[in-house]
């Protein structure tokens, strides 16, 4: 019965595959640009420990991009994720210089990271404020938590070599830092390419109003995004705790800007409602090996954020060309 | 026979519902029934009452007195997606969608087909919407974006999800042909010959007595929040329907003209916009209103839009008394003379979050800035916004209330007002008139035959070909970026217009 009915749909309705638009597939073709530009301009780019140095150092911003995704497709903005990467960061590294076992401060760093995503989407939900306004507030109020947190000053000690070893170490063949990375897109293409849950968020980000009538529960999306976002620039601290081994009050600083532009990069609009995890992926090679390209061949730190401002500008304007020829 | 066994049970019986806000009593103790499978047109100016019956039969407002019966069974909605499960489906005037996701998953929102109860079923979602669409024999791909169909296709797509997805016995549709043209108001009516067919009620609500005339079974006229009469529409007549409206006699829809003088005042030469005009050319007499006429994708809409600088012209030259005007860019025509009411307000013409006085003064502001150029003289753009406010009847607590919270007429009247301050050579309009009801309609209609016959050449587009025969001396017709015939007197009419339009 089930074969007979699934072959009279196939007939019924033969869809061509659709086609990709260039702005879709630019993402992908900028990373395969940077490749060729970096294995001609340096003989270390291709080798493997330089590949894998590029995307462990791109954990951390990039598990912030995962979360800032999530809000931004909502039609939100995450300012704070940097200050709660912080949180997340010395949290960790406090309760394990307190002795408390290494799943339990893990858990308790995320668990603090989520609080501070679910006070941001109640004050945009329930308190019905502007994203960027809430989150500014709750960035500036987070780093000052940090600093009473830890007076201030890094934490060195304490810190158990066990957990030194879940970011250093490399369990499947790859540091583990790579395999965190790519475990946290592939679940977010899962969420939003394959759940309700993920399509709702693109609704809710294309038209609240609209979602709302379709009897989407709006509120509770978009203050989830928040937690989701919040518990991931949690974990990046986490990360960022073992990868150094130390506890650092600046953990962060400075993130929620490169996640914004990671994701931008990856064609994934601001106002909501339109990108994919594929191209966010991309997002965040163009950045990462860009700034690598730029190491590897002795551009002075200064001088690598105009390229990279330049990237992002010649990037947008080339976004909005297509959208203005596709309407 | 048993069509009529089926017409007996009335699908929707509201009685005895009042609903006020604050101390504005918006509906008063009204009556209304709805047949099964009956196209009921709901009549009434702005403020009749009708936009709130509509919200509360839909769940947005909930009534302060009477019950609704749905099917026999009393019923109170909390919401719209309520009344939508409960198969009550509206559709407002916007469509509501989602532009960048597909058109199945538009059409599946909320009840996408899923696998072990998780993953979404691509493939099945996919199938079931295309196999739905292609039931009701629209070409529309089901994994395409929302945004890349027509308006009609999106409306179409509307209709399936509320009606076909959800069940939905009782249909509300809100000005429905509002953004749509002459074919896509046939294949809308098509489609709602069918939902009639499937016994499906409809309240219809529309400022267009033409279309009234062609697809209701009934109408009910509202005035003041009170039900003032239900009746077959073979029984009635236009005129009757617009009398019951006000309440009294109305003036003549549209204005008494006088005739133009034969000396021209405006020549249009070889207008030519890449893909959408080709050599058009006409000319506009003193006191004349010219009318631009044409289907969708003829080009007519573009003439305006060309004429004003906001397309980018190849060749084309605009003379108004024995002087050149230029065509670059808005700020341009508007230094030059050139006054425009754009087709969308709510994109293209005002601000709705600014002011009264701030939308009314925003063309002219120059003459309103101080000395230093940099501070706007509030008094003067006050009182120069008081006047206009006065002349035009607009609705509006006051010149410094934003214009968006604005009837759609009253910012209509504003976004024609505006031009009525400072000194123009030529005004163009594009449907002046939409989305307005008829007390509006016949206040901007004098307005711009009072600008015509102060001596400014009018050239105005409207889809509504009515509004082109009653207001205009003559319609240029363009058909394939060409102007395909001139009409004017006796050869004004419907039949005409459609036939320079369409055959070659």
């Not at chain 1, 390209?293 to 002795?298: A, C, K, M």
């Not at chain 2, 098509?190 to 400022?207: A, Q, R, T, W």
């Not at chain 2, 617009?242 to 034969?262: C, H, N, Q, S």
């Amino acid at each position: 019965m089930e074969n007979v009915m699934t072959t009279s749909l196939q007939r019924t309705a033969p869809r061509k595959p659709r086609r990709l638009s260039l702005a879709e597939v630019a993402p992908a073709l900028i990373v395969a640009a940077l490749l060729v530009i970096g294995t001609v301009t340096s003989d270390r780019f291709m080798q493997s420990n330089n590949i894998f140095n590029i995307l462990q150092y791109a954990a951390e911003p990039a598990i912030i991009a995962v979360g800032m995704m999530f809000v931004v497709l909502a039609r939100g903005i995450d300012l704070s994720v940097g200050s709660v990467m912080g949180i997340g960061n010395v949290t960790v590294a406090l309760l394990l210089a307190a002795g408390y076992p290494i799943t339990v401060s893990i858990m308790a760093a995320i668990a603090f990271g989520g609080l501070i995503g679910l006070i941001n989407g109640l004050l945009i939900t329930k308190g019905r404020m502007e994203p960027i306004i809430a989150t500014l507030a709750t960035m500036i109020g987070a780093r000052s938590v940090i600093y009473f947190m830890t007076d201030g000053a890094p934490l060195f000690s304490g810190i158990p070599r066990d957990f030194v070893t879940i970011v250093r170490g490399n369990a499947l063949g790859v540091p583990n830092g790579v395999v965190f990375l790519l475990v946290a897109f592939a679940v977010a293409y899962v969420i939003l390419r394959h759940t309700r849950y993920g399509r709702h968020i693109y609704a809710v980000g294309g038209s609240e109003e609209t979602a709302e009538l379709f009897g989407m529960k709006v509120t509770s999306i978009k203050i989830s995004v928040y937690v989701i976002s919040g518990m991931l620039a949690a974990t990046a601290g986490v990360i960022g705790a073992s990868r150094l081994g130390i506890g650092d009050p600046n953990s962060g600083i400075g993130y929620e800007l490169v996640a914004i532009t990671m994701i931008v990069v990856g064609g994934v609009r601001l106002a909501g409602g339109v990108g994919t995890v594929f191209g966010a992926f991309c997002g965040v090679l163009i950045v990462s090996i860009l700034t690598n390209i730029l190491q590897l061949n002795n551009v002075s730190t200064h001088a690598q954020h105009i390229f990279l401002g330049g990237g992002v500008i010649a990037m947008m304007l080339f976004l909005s060309s297509r959208e203005r020829r596709e309407h | 026979m048993d069509g009529s066994i089926v017409l007996e049970t009335n699908a929707l019986e509201i009685e005895g519902i009042s609903k006020s806000f604050g101390a504005n009593k918006v509906l008063l103790d009204l009556n209304l029934t709805l047949k099964r499978g009956e196209v009921h047109a709901l009549m009434g100016e702005n403020g009749a009452g009708k936009s709130t019956l509509i919200k509360i039969i839909s769940g947005v407002h909930s009534a302060d007195e009477g019950v609704i019966y749905l099917n026999g069974k009393k019923t109170g909605f909390q919401s719209p997606f309520e009344a939508q499960m409960g198969g009550v489906a509206t559709l407002f005037q916007e469509i509501q969608e989602i532009p960048d996701l597909t058109v199945a998953e538009n059409l599946y929102a909320g009840m996408e087909p899923r696998k072990n109860g998780i993953f979404i079923d691509w493939k099945k979602l996919f199938a079931d919407a295309q196999r739905q669409i292609d039931e009701l024999g629209l070409n529309i791909d089901a994994s395409q974006k929302m945004r890349s169909l027509s308006p009609s296709s999106r409306k179409m797509i509307e209709i399936i999800r509320a009606v076909h997805k959800r069940g939905a016995s009782v249909v509300i549709m809100d000005e429905p042909t509002a953004n749509l043209n002459q074919s896509e108001i046939d294949a809308l009516f098509s489609m709602i010959d069918g939902l009639k067919k499937n016994g499906v009620s409809i309240i219809y609500v529309s400022h267009r007595m033409r279309e009234i005339f062609q697809v209701a079974n009934r109408v009910s006229v509202l005035r003041d929040g009170r039900l003032i009469r239900t009746e077959a529409i073979e029984n009635i007549t236009e005129d009757e329907i617009v009398k019951l409206m006000v309440g009294r006699d109305l003036p003549a829809l549209y204005p008494e003209r006088t005739p133009p003088a034969d000396t021209i005042a405006m020549s249009v030469r070889d207008l030519c916009v890449d893909g959408e005009l080709d050599h058009v050319s006409f000319d506009v007499r003193d006191r004349e209103i010219l009318g631009i006429a044409g289907l969708e994708g003829s080009g007519a809409t573009c003439v305006i839009k060309a004429l004003f600088g906001l397309k980018s012209v190849k060749s084309g030259s605009i003379r108004i008394r024995n002087e050149d005007i230029a065509i670059v860019s808005p700020k341009r025509s508007i230094e030059q003379g050139l006054a425009y009411v754009p087709e969308d307000r709510k994109v293209d013409g005002l601000f709705l979050n600014k002011t009264v006085n701030f939308n009314l003064v925003a063309n002219v502001l120059k003459s309103h800035f101080s000395h230093f150029r940099f501070v706007v003289k509030g008094r003067a753009a006050e009182s120069t916004s008081r006047d206009v406010v006065k002349r035009l009847g607009i609705k509006t607590s006051g010149g410094r209330a934003k214009i968006g919270s604005l009837s759609g007429g009253n910012q209509q009247k504003a976004l024609v007002g505006r031009w009525l301050i400072g000194s123009y050579k030529a005004i163009l309009l594009e449907e002046p008139t939409r989305g307005v009801d008829i007390g509006a309609k016949v206040e901007i209609y004098e307005e711009i035959n009072a600008l015509a016959r102060s001596g400014l050449p009018v050239v105005m587009y409207s889809s509504e070909l009515l509004e082109l025969i009653g207001m205009c001396d003559r319609v240029v017709v363009i058909r394939g970026g060409r102007v395909s015939g001139v009409l004017s007197g006796a050869d004004l009419t419907e039949e005409k217009i459609l036939e320079k339009a369409i055959t070659d």
